[in-house]
């Protein structure tokens, strides 16, 4: 294979991966920015004029699109370049960039109902760093940078579904490690657990996933005798 996640791993092996890594990069900003975004300049207005669409998403959130505003790239140096091409029309304006923090953590904890996460982030704790001193039984100055990471990508992990080989393979580590890893999160969290199958005992029951503001997914394969389909659809119902 030679996608991004596999190079990566490769750049110490050989002096080939780094530069073919770069150039997939700026072939990507040339490609979908730096030659798009000039064609959907409106000749009247001399302006880019997105729509974002309310009802494509299954999920039911915002999508952008001519250009996808959305996804204009920010964490590199280049990609900022692209970013400030995007300038209000009056000097005295400004565009302002919001973001939730770690929200889909938060909701997790909302859901979950689970009184420690809830008081560390009532607290504005980094959730991570709290995280990492629960499981690995260690006091929160004492935890290293390596306990936090593996505990980041586990609470992300979580909530998509991921399993012990996916989160193996994302902090680099073998399949019983991240297994035994998973297995005392849940341990510390069992209420999040509960969480988790009471959303796929939910959509068994009625087909669909419903969202805090009461929108219904549908899921169409909750009940399917396929393994890999049915855990698709497990994974929906979580993270609807």
């Not at 140096?77 to 692209?82: A, R």
Request: hydrophobic share 35%.
């Amino acid at each position: 294979s030679t996608d991004a996640a596999v190079l990566e791993q490769l750049t110490d092996q050989h002096p080939i991966v780094e530069p073919i890594l770069q150039y997939r990069t700026l072939s990507k900003l040339k490609n979908t920015y730096v030659d798009k975004l000039p064609s959907l300049i409106n000749l009247r207005t001399n302006r880019v004029h997105a729509s974002f669409n309310q009802t494509i998403t299954a999920t039911g959130r915002l999508s952008s699109s001519d250009p996808n505003l959305q996804n204009i790239p920010i964490r590199t140096e280049l990609g900022s370049k692209v970013r400030s091409a995007f300038i209000p029309k009056n000097k005295s304006d400004c565009i302002l960039r919001a973001d939730y923090s770690q929200i889909e953590l938060r909701l997790l904890a909302h859901f979950s109902k689970d009184q420690a996460l809830m008081a560390a982030f009532a607290a504005d704790q980094d959730i991570h760093r709290f995280v990492a001193s629960q499981i690995f039984n260690v006091p929160i100055e004492d935890v290293t940078s390596e306990m936090r990471s593996r505990c980041k990508a586990v609470n992300f992990g979580i909530i998509y579904g991921q399993g012990a080989f996916g989160l193996s393979r994302s902090i680099g580590i073998s399949q019983p490690e991240a297994k035994k890893f998973i297995d005392d999160y849940f341990a510390r969290y069992s209420s999040i657990r509960k969480f988790m199958d009471s959303c796929i005992d939910a959509a068994k029951h009625t087909g669909y996933a419903e969202t805090i503001l009461h929108r219904r997914r549908k899921i169409t394969n909750i009940n399917n005798r396929n393994a890999n389909k049915r855990a698709q659809a497990e994974r929906l119902a979580i993270n609807t």
